[in-house]
T-cell receptor, first 113, second 115 residues
């Protein structure tokens, strides 16, 4: 009965590779997010989708491409991985609107060698 | 533009003592304020939020926070700390007037509760 799930939990890869992280939520939410948490634990929003439509795209290199096939899924594809991409990536979901609480997935720890 | 400041990187408190984790914010419109907690190797969990109404908000695990508009603060408090409260705490803000989806998180404050 996991609310927000992400796969994989850990991802170790070489520089220059392309990888994807998947996210699914079973809460019936209409808005999903990707956040990046760096080694200092600073959390920064990357993207947000509402009803499969991109609504937030925060100064993220275009090597990062989110895709939302339906309201319950938001995947993150990263091309040409760089060392600086190493971080923990969190997916979150919520209901549209400023008052909503976000529900976070367990995170995907990406290590680029 | 929205911003959140958590002035303390770390807070140390003895078990049974009251704890306070500080947060100040800046938004152009009405602030919607949130506290989240992150345990090691886990995602963030919602603790409480202030949208409108009573300035004192009660949340999960005995935590509460007080919204102070004049001081633009939303400090997290608990009357009696537990060792299990040790975690990373994030304050977050949204601009209620713009109706946007963007949440800005503070840098986080690590809470250590000593037995």
């Amino acid at each position: 009965d996991t609310a927000v799930s992400q796969t994989p939990k850990y991802l170790v890869t070489q520089m220059g590779n392309d990888k994807s992280i998947k996210c699914e939520q079973n809460l019936g939410h209409d808005t999903m997010y990707w956040y990046k948490q760096d080694s200092k634990k600073f959390l920064k929003i990357m993207f947000s989708y509402n009803n499969k439509e991109l609504i937030i795209n925060e100064t993220v290199p275009n090597r990062f491409s989110p895709k939302s096939p339906d309201k319950a899924h938001l995947n993150l594809h990263i091309n040409s991985l760089e060392l600086g991409d190493s971080a923990v990536y969190f997916c979150a979901s919520g209901l549209a609107g400023s008052t909503d609480t976000q529900y976070f997935g367990p995170g995907t720890r990406l290590t680029v060698l | 533009a929205q911003s959140v400041a958590q002035p303390e990187d770390q807070v140390n408190v003895a078990e049974g003592n009251p704890l306070t984790v500080k947060c100040t914010y800046s938004v152009s419109g009405n602030p919607y304020l949130f506290w989240y907690v992150q345990y090691p190797n886990r995602g963030l969990q919602f603790l409480l939020k202030y949208i409108t109404g009573d300035n004192l908000v009660k949340g999960s695990y005995g935590f509460e926070a007080e919204f102070n508009k004049s001081q633009t603060s939303f400090h997290l408090k608990k009357p009696s700390a537990l060792v299990s409260d040790s975690a990373l705490y994030f304050c977050a803000v949204r601009d209620g007037d713009t109706g946007g989806f963007k949440t800005i998180f503070g840098a986080g404050t690590r809470l250590f509760v000593k037995a």
